[in-house]
């Protein structure tokens, strides 16, 4: 896969279950989301957009399935094991009786507890007496749920015909890594799949990866990917000989641009929407291999004008994201940026960035509209909530 717009084949989704269902208002703001979302509603609007992608031609998989087929595999049901258990957390006495019982069950409820969690009510009953247990709420976890699993785009990104792991930055997905680790490892269709980027390597997030054209790619820098993080892409993309050019992006490390794609997303081979005020201030260090196997880092440069160059054009027509200042803020919030194209000109955008829907439509982008009001309550998008596996050439 060689860009952001290539005419989408495959594409990777987690459809919300049970994880979303351990969100209260005591730990949503630590697991990351803005608000408790209606589960059975975000399940709807997840099901309308596969089906939306499907209608297109493209194959959906989803996570949980893909999971449950890779822990089939014994090691990679022990490998599930291990990943799911915290000795620092529990114990060790804890810990070994919990990691017994998970040993005993099968995949599809392993799986369960890698995505869902358990609640130390939930954990089986042990001889003896437990302080861990005792000094716990029966409702605390024992095993994190992941209830940002959602947003696949950034636990894996597929660069060429590799699959970089992510190095997740926040505590609250770390352990997502692990879940895609599996199925990449172990599932029949990918176990063959060389790596791009390894999950223990500098903080990166698929978010921040973009695919720009044939052999360019933008990396964000900022809340969730570090300068280190971004180099280290760089080298590893760079000795594979997929990618000539790598473009780091300095974002503001704020909620609201968490990632590059919540301030720009390709729409054309020649086009991005993107939020009117980071139009000017984007700035890129190029980075290109030099002779003697190392880096070489130029700039900064204005983020349009090294892209363009890096891209082999004249210039990067740019869509803003609405008319006014207001307008632009309101829907670069609800991830008016946040595009997932299924071909060139061709977009997925939720319904209510009415404004920005209007601009792309107006510059000849096609826009399929979905409701989003409880899946945007973690902070994503289209792009967000899928991870392109295969694409045609542009």
């Known amino acids: 896969m060689d860009s952001e717009v290539g005419p989408l084949r495959t594409v990777l989704l987690h459809r919300p279950g049970n994880e979303l269902k351990r969100l209260t208002p005591r730990n949503n703001d630590q697991l990351l989301f803005d608000s408790i979302p209606w589960v059975g509603r975000a399940q709807e609007e997840h099901d309308a957009f596969a089906e939306v992608l499907r209608g297109r031609g493209v194959e959906v998989l989803l996570l949980a399935d893909v999971l449950r087929a890779a822990l089939a595999d014994p090691r990679a049901h022990a490998a599930g094991v291990h ?44 001889k003896g007496a437990s302080l861990v247990r005792k000094m716990h709420s029966p409702h605390d976890f ?52 060389a790596r791009a980027y390894g999950a223990h390597s500098a903080p990166i997030e698929g978010g921040d990866v973009m695919l720009l ?14 300068p280190a993080g971004a180099e280290s892409l760089a080298r590893s993309v760079f000795a594979d000989d997929i990618v000539h050019t790598v473009l780091a992006v300095p974002i503001e490390q704020e909620r609201a641009t968490m990632h590059l794609d919540t301030v720009c997303t390709m729409v054309g081979a020649d086009a991005v929407v993107m939020y009117p005020l980071a139009r000017d201030s984007l700035v890129a260090y190029t980075m290109r291999p030099d002779d003697d196997g190392g880096v070489r880092v130029d700039g900064p440069a204005p983020f349009l ?50 404004e920005t829907n209007a601009r792309l439509e107006e510059a000849g982008i096609e826009v399929l509209a979905i409701a989003g009001s409880e899946l945007g309550s973690g902070r994503g998008g289209p792009r967000c909530m899928s991870c392109p596996v295969l694409r045609d050439p542009v």
């Open 142 to 193: 024992a095993v994190d749920p992941l209830p940002n699993l959602l947003f696949t785009r950034d636990s894996s990104a597929w660069i060429g015909d590799r699959v970089a792991i992510s190095s997740l930055t926040m505590p609250a997905r770390r352990r997502e890594t692990a879940v895609l680790d599996l199925v990449y490892a172990y599932h029949p269709r990918f176990r063959q799949a």
């Open 213 to 226: 054209a044939p052999g360019v790619l933008a990396v964000g820098v900022g809340e969730r990917t570090t």
């Open 305 to 354: 004008t090294a892209a363009a160059q890096a891209m082999g054009i004249d210039r990067l027509r740019v869509i803003d994201t609405g008319l006014d200042p207001v307008t632009a803020e309101r829907e670069q919030w609800d991830d008016g940026n946040n595009t997932l194209a299924l071909a060139p000109g061709v977009v997925v955008g939720y319904e209510r960035n009415s």
């Open 83 to 126: 990943a799911a258990v915290d000795d620092r957390r529990l114990g060790n006495d804890l810990a070994d009786s919990l990691r017994s019982h998970l040993s005993g069950i099968d995949a599809s409820a392993l799986a369960e507890v890698l995505m869902s969690g358990v609640t130390f009510e939930e954990l089986p009953a042990t």
